[in-house]
């Protein structure tokens, strides 16, 4: 069987490897891979302002503005017993996005393949090792396996980044955090567009309006404080949600109902030592992942994708430092994050000697 003949493989075809893929594909023969035929339900569905600028700058933003996703106004939050508010108005870009999540990857990977991206999903990668310059893949597909050849492979198989490792690379964990999210309908329309967090002794709860009278709820807290059989309790995540005054009081309001299971979800930070080599880049999860709470994970995947398929094209058109260029750049943002998160995890003074928090206080002293 003929080898497939690609420029830059993508694997992974989340909003990473979309973005990378559908700014590659008309320069340069591009595949697209991923496991699943479609997006799968997940939590993360938030678009800060500054996203609207990314977009254009990739002649995105008139069609991601027709798909209609929910305003995101700004942040309140429960937080060392008082509210706060982080309002969008001021900001030069308007305000941001709730997302409909399954809408949105769906539609990146339209686009890829509209720009002329190859897109081969219900696919993986068996085996990847170099190969006179570029790289050799083995790929299991639904009609059997085929091979594959490519100068450059970047990596957006989220949070395990799986080629970056084979590649060399070492994943640094910095916490246990975990997402346990469930979606529901609320009676009430959300009005103003605000995500609400709230802090507890054992970690925040998260919730946000969705398109189509939908919301998210979600409780963030480190794997090993969640009881062996909470995620076996249908009705677990929503009864321990309401016990919480703040996160109650916006429920009731909101007349709130679940009506999905509570899933577990990742959702701690970590790096590669290295987000790049020769010949590989990685981008979204599988080089920077991102505590929820700076909201800014979908965002981090956009923009990483995007530096990822530059420095690609860079790299293809004989700039032999792209790949050290964009280490750099992804070092600074890693940096920057843990400053933010730092600052925000701080804040909240409460529970000195809780488990969750006294963990965070060494990170908050940085």
Same mark, same amino acid.
């Not at 490897?17 to 591009?30: C, E, I, P, Q």
């Not at 189509?212 to 794997?223: E, K, N, S």
């Not at 790049?276 to 991102?290: I, K």
């Not at 058109?317 to 050290?324: E, I, L, R, S, V």
């Given at each position: 069987?003929?080898?497939?003949?690609?420029?830059?493989?993508?694997?992974?075809?989340?909003?990473?490897?979309?973005?990378?893929?559908?700014?590659?594909?008309?320069?340069?023969?591009? !595949?697209?891979?991923?496991?699943?035929?479609?997006?799968?339900?997940?939590?993360?569905?938030?678009?800060?302002?500054?996203?609207?600028?990314?977009?254009?700058?990739? &002649?995105? $933003?008139?069609?991601?503005? *027709?798909?209609?996703?929910?305003?995101?106004? &700004?942040?309140?939050?429960?937080?060392?017993?008082?509210?706060? %508010?982080?309002?969008?108005?001021?900001?030069?870009?308007?305000?941001?996005?709730? !997302?409909?999540?399954?809408?949105?990857?769906?539609? $990146?990977?339209?686009? +890829?393949?509209? *720009?002329?991206?190859?897109?081969?999903?219900?696919?993986?990668?068996?085996?990847?090792?170099?190969?006179?310059?570029?790289? *050799?893949?083995?790929?299991?597909?639904? @009609?059997?396996?085929?091979?594959?050849? =490519?100068?450059?492979?970047?990596?957006?198989?989220?949070?395990?980044?799986?080629?970056?490792?084979?590649?060399?690379?070492?994943? @640094?964990?910095?916490?246990?955090?975990?997402?346990?999210?469930?979606?529901?309908?609320? @009676?009430? /329309?959300?009005?103003?567009?605000?995500?609400?967090? %709230?802090?507890? #002794?054992?970690?925040?709860?998260?919730?946000? /309006?969705?398109?189509?009278?939908? *919301?998210?709820?979600?409780?963030?807290?480190?794997?090993?404080?969640? &009881?062996?059989?909470?995620?076996?309790?249908?009705?677990?995540? #929503?009864?321990?949600?309401?016990?919480?005054?703040?996160?109650?009081?916006?429920? %009731?309001?909101?007349?709130?109902?679940?009506?999905?299971?509570?899933?577990?979800?990742?959702?701690?930070?970590?790096? $590669?030592?290295?987000?790049?080599?020769?010949?590989?880049?990685?981008?979204?999860?599988?080089?920077?992942?991102?505590?929820?709470?700076?909201?800014?994970?979908?965002?981090?995947?956009?923009?990483?994708?995007?530096?990822?398929? %530059?420095?690609?094209?860079?790299?293809?058109?004989?700039?032999?430092?792209?790949?050290?260029?964009?280490?750099?750049?992804?070092?600074?943002?890693?940096?920057?994050?843990?400053?933010?998160?730092?600052?925000?995890?701080?804040? #909240?003074?409460?529970?000195?000697? +809780?488990?969750?928090?006294?963990?965070?206080?060494?990170?908050? =002293?940085?």
């Amino acid at each position: 069987m003929t080898a497939l003949q690609a420029d830059v493989l993508v694997v992974g075809a989340g909003p990473a490897g979309a973005t990378a893929a559908l700014n590659l594909a008309g320069r340069h023969r591009v !595949l697209l891979v991923d496991r699943l035929a479609a997006p799968l339900a997940r939590i993360g569905e938030s678009l800060p302002p500054a996203a609207a600028r990314l977009l254009q700058d990739m &002649g995105l $933003l008139d069609a991601f503005l *027709r798909q209609g996703h929910a305003p995101y106004h &700004g942040n309140r939050a429960w937080w060392n017993g008082a509210w706060a %508010e982080h309002h969008f108005l001021s900001a030069p870009d308007g305000h941001g996005w709730h !997302l409909a999540r399954g809408t949105f990857d769906l539609w $990146l990977r339209d686009e +890829a393949r509209q *720009r002329g991206a190859a897109l081969l999903a219900s696919a993986r990668v068996a085996d990847i090792a170099p190969d006179d310059g570029g790289w *050799r893949v083995r790929l299991e597909t639904p @009609r059997g396996p085929c091979d594959a050849a =490519a100068r450059i492979v970047i990596d957006a198989t989220g949070r395990s980044a799986r080629l970056a490792r084979k590649a060399g690379a070492q994943r @640094r964990h910095s916490d246990r955090l975990v997402s346990i999210w469930q979606y529901g309908h609320e @009676r009430t /329309p959300s009005a103003r567009g605000f995500a609400h967090i %709230e802090a507890c #002794e054992y970690g925040w709860w998260y919730s946000a /309006p969705l398109p189509g009278q939908r *919301r998210v709820l979600a409780l963030h807290t480190d794997a090993d404080l969640l &009881g062996n059989t909470t995620l076996r309790d249908a009705g677990w995540l #929503e009864a321990a949600a309401r016990r919480l005054p703040a996160t109650r009081e916006l429920l %009731e309001q909101q007349g709130y109902g679940a009506d999905t299971p509570a899933l577990a979800t990742p959702a701690h930070t970590a790096a $590669l030592d290295a987000a790049a080599g020769p010949g590989w880049f990685a981008a979204g999860d599988a080089a920077l992942s991102f505590d929820p709470l700076s909201s800014q994970g979908i965002f981090n995947a956009l923009y990483t994708g995007l530096a990822a398929a %530059e420095a690609a094209d860079r790299t293809l058109q004989g700039d032999a430092t792209a790949f050290q260029q964009y280490n750099a750049e992804l070092a600074a943002i890693g940096a920057a994050y843990g400053r933010h998160l730092a600052y925000c995890y701080g804040q #909240e003074t409460r529970w000195p000697s +809780a488990p969750f928090w006294s963990r965070r206080r060494p990170f908050a =002293a940085r």
